[in-house]
């Protein structure tokens, strides 16, 4: 679309993802580096189209957001962090809306949607990631539609494309949480979402070593109101996370194939092993979504969620037992992460022995070592 980018390319110019990836969000000046540097300024000399940071922006999100919006097929603003972005886009809602929230999703969305419906801003309606006829339902009545899919941490699977195709009630927003699927799995704003939204924190900086967000949007009110929104919220993301965000943006398309290559073997291996009661993956024929997963996702992504044999102590001396395997949260990284969710704050509800892991991108035989024995140590069998 005309207004999606600095250059006029797009991802399919490039000829295909992996190459826009490397191509887009550079400067081709004569003399110009290669790379868009960091640019720790807040001010600018006036009389160009940069005054201020915080409302003009800087080369480096300007680079970010070239590149996401051409993955994702719209128009991107980027964000300080995945919840500054979603938090913009709640921002929009005039009192008295709706908002249609997953039962499973990422808990800092679900604690925000709470807070505004505690503060008498809107009213809440949880529906199940599958229920496509709640979500249908929902469509008709709702001021702003959220998805996640695939959903944090159960690894639902939501039928974008029916309810994406339900009639809508005017003026409201379907927004879809791409993180997990990221924009190379997943592309919702192709399947008629108004909204994308990736927490860049996780797959595109893919390092642990940042925070940052990007909402890419098809309608050009809907990109002048989240401009604005980042500009009046002070929602706006760091010169340096921007410039390691362009960095591991570079290489999303090889270390996702590899994790994703990873998380396959790693799930077979799981639901056969005996200290595992349940693996969620959605590429297992097993997953209750599993047949939505494989028409609608390009690859199954790179979480896994299993519960283990036991109780939730035989669960964390598992964490507790790996080497290889960080215990830590958060997932997208070239390090594979694992962590009991139940004993998060928000997160009571899930069951006591689930694990959710991430998988990077190390020897997928030295992962098995490591959660095989780790298992076997833990859940004594
Ligand atoms: C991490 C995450 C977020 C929030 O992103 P931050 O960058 O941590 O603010 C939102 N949604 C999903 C699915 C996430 O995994």
């Known amino acids: 679309m005309a207004f999606s980018d600095r250059s006029g390319h797009t991802a399919g110019d490039a000829g295909s993802v992996e190459s826009w990836l490397i191509s887009a969000g550079r400067d081709r000046r004569p003399g110009s580096p290669l790379n868009v540097q960091p640019c720790p300024a807040s001010n600018f000399v006036l009389g160009d189209h940069r005054a201020y940071a915080r409302d003009d922006g800087t080369p480096g999100w300007e680079a970010l957001e070239e590149i996401t919006g051409g993955l994702e097929g719209g128009a991107s603003v980027a964000f300080a962090s995945g919840m500054a ?15 249609a929230l997953p039962d499973d999703c990422y808990q800092g969305v679900a604690a925000l949607a709470q807070a505004g419906q505690g503060r008498g801003r809107w009213t809440v309606c949880r529906v199940g990631v599958a229920d496509t006829a709640g979500w249908i339902e929902m469509c008709a009545v709702a001021d702003l539609i959220w998805i996640e899919s695939p959903s944090n941490p159960l690894l639902a699977v ?4 029916s309810i994406c195709a339900a009639p809508r009630k005017p003026g409201a927003i379907l927004g879809v949480d791409n993180t997990f699927a990221t924009p190379l799995n997943q592309r919702p704003l192709s399947l008629g979402a108004d909204m994308s939204v990736q927490s860049v924190t996780k797959f595109i900086g893919g390092h642990s070593d940042l925070l940052g967000g990007v909402v890419t949007v098809r309608d050009p009110n809907h990109f002048a109101a989240l401009r604005h929104a980042r500009e009046l919220l002070g929602a706006t993301p760091g010169t340096l996370e921007m410039f390691l ?3 591991g943006a570079r290489t999303l398309a090889v270390r996702l194939e590899r994790a994703q290559n990873n998380a396959m073997t790693l799930a077979q291996r799981l639901a056969r092993h005996s200290g595992v009661t349940l693996t969620r993956y959605p590429g297992l024929p097993s997953h209750p979504t599993h047949e939505i997963a494989r028409s609608q996702l390009k690859g199954f992504g790179t979480i896994i969620s299993f519960d283990v044999r036991g109780n939730a102590a035989d669960a964390e001396a598992v964490c507790a037992g790996l080497q290889l395997i960080q215990h830590a949260t958060s997932l997208g990284a070239v390090e594979s992460t694992l962590e009991r969710r139940a004993g998060i704050p928000g997160q009571e509800h899930l069951p006591p022995t689930l694990l959710r892991l991430s998988v990077g991108i190390e020897a997928v035989e030295d992962l098995w070592a490591d959660l095989d024995r780790a298992l076997r140590d833990g859940t004594a069998v």
């Open 245 to 247: 965000a362009v960095r």
């Open 158 to 161: 939501a039928d974008l494309v």
């Open 85 to 99: 972005g979603i938090a913009a886009i709640f921002d929009q809602l005039p009192t008295g809306s709706v908002v």
